[in-house]
């Protein structure tokens, strides 16, 4: 079962503002990123790439890179190359997934990037997803200086009023002990916060709205035994493929 679903009415975020459909409680979750797959009855949260159909009958949240570019869109990216991020002329790049930094130093290329994300993110709501998830809000961290805190903030801010504006639930993606919900963030998405030990930050600031993704056995049972009575917390393999490991707690 789903569970009871939350109806948030927007208002504040201005009149052409779509009621959001809050994240369920009560259930599990899949992040089947590396390829579509069906999922147990258990799971009513299935989180998909943009490309990907949502899955009928399931809260489908579209899974967006915005802040980042996909390692297999440089073609597209080399387009629109002034509002890649560089260094003495050769892109920043976040070495462990090899994704070019975006650039929102300015509220003009923030403005800019906001319209091609803000295009995806119209994809998804007309696809019938529920949510976006907008990946690497602690893109700035791996700067090298160039980008602040501030600046990554404000790009958020401009992403999440889209996605809100298109009927769809905002999740925060990185950047544990940040409250998102200052922004306009409805629900957070945790990738190793067991690992890490920054579960309790998301949880902290978002409550029950929290779904967690562990890569590493010891990992996920340490979140289940602290966080499993209320949060939807999967076992993923690295590559997220779509028969891979799943395991629930």
């Avoid at 957070?188 to 690992?195: D, G, H, K, L, M």
């Avoid at 590493?216 to 891979?244: E, W």
């Amino acid at each position: 079962m789903i569970g009871v679903l939350l109806v948030l009415a927007l208002g504040a975020s201005g009149p052409s503002c779509a009621a959001v459909e809050g994240l369920p409680v009560g259930t599990d979750v899949d992040y089947p990123l590396g390829g579509d797959r069906d999922v147990p009855a258990h799971v009513g949260i299935v989180v998909r790439d943009r490309t990907s159909a949502p899955l009928e009958g399931r809260y489908n949240v579209c899974y967006v890179n915005g802040f980042q570019t996909q390692p297999d869109a440089k073609r597209f990216w080399r387009q629109h190359w002034a509002l890649v991020l560089k260094r003495d002329g050769r892109p920043v790049v976040d070495e462990a997934w090899g994704e070019w930094l975006l650039d929102v130093r300015t509220a003009g290329k923030r403005t800019a990037l906001a319209r091609i994300v803000g295009r995806w993110t119209a994809g998804c709501a007309a696809d019938g997803f529920a949510a976006v998830e907008y990946d690497n809000l602690d893109s700035f961290t791996r700067s090298g200086r160039l980008v602040t805190r501030a600046q990554g903030l404000a790009f958020a801010s401009l992403l999440v009023k889209r996605a809100h504006a298109e009927g769809l639930a905002a999740g925060q993606k990185n950047l544990a002990g940040y409250d998102g919900t200052r922004i306009g963030f409805d629900f957070a998405v945790s990738e190793s916060c067991a690992r890490f030990d920054e579960c309790d930050a998301y949880v902290d600031d978002f409550g029950d709205r929290v779904l967690m993704v562990e890569y590493r056995l010891r990992d996920f049972r340490r979140a289940c035994r602290q966080h499993g009575d209320d949060l939807a917390i999967v076992l993923r393999d690295l590559d997220l493929s779509p028969d891979g490991v799943h395991r629930w707690c």
